[in-house]
């Protein structure tokens, strides 16, 4: 079982930047990869990005490239997802997510999830 936990959410201008954590516990040796998602009120979950637990390969979302960052540091357990230049289509609750599969951008696979932090950025 892993447990996530984020924070860092917030309200900003566009333009901004937030940085998100997600501190994870339990058997997180267990995990392939930690995802972040999103999702808006009346829109589906989409996926933002991802990063391997052990070999630390990225994946981004094309609306999010050159602009979003997921990072990891496994002595803490945590995995940031550092967010520049704001737009108000970002606005959403994000997700930290932790797959034991071997996958990285399809939610379903996603074993373990937080609870949300929401992120508006106003125009």
């Known amino acids: 079982q892993v447990q996530l936990v984020e924070s860092g959410g917030g309200l900003v201008q566009a333009g901004d930047s937030l940085r998100l954590s997600c501190a994870a516990s339990?058997?997180?040796?267990?995990?392939?990869?930690v995802g972040w998602f999103r999702q808006a009120p009346g829109k589906e979950r989409e996926f933002v990005a991802a990063?391997?637990?052990?070999?630390?390969?990225?994946y981004y979302a094309e609306s999010v490239k050159g602009r979003f960052t997921i990072s990891k540091d496994n002595a803490k357990n945590t995995v940031y997802l550092q967010m520049n230049s704001l737009k108000p289509e970002d606005t959403a609750v994000y997700y930290c997510?932790?797959?034991?599969?071997?996958?990285?951008?399809?939610?379903?696979?996603?074993?373990?999830w937080g609870q949300g932090t929401q992120v508006t950025v106003s125009s």
């Open positions: 997510a932790s797959t034991t599969y071997d996958t990285t951008s399809y939610g379903e696979a996603y074993n373990y």
């Open positions: 339990g058997r997180t040796f267990s995990s392939y990869a």
């Open positions: 990063i391997r637990w052990r070999g630390g390969n990225t």
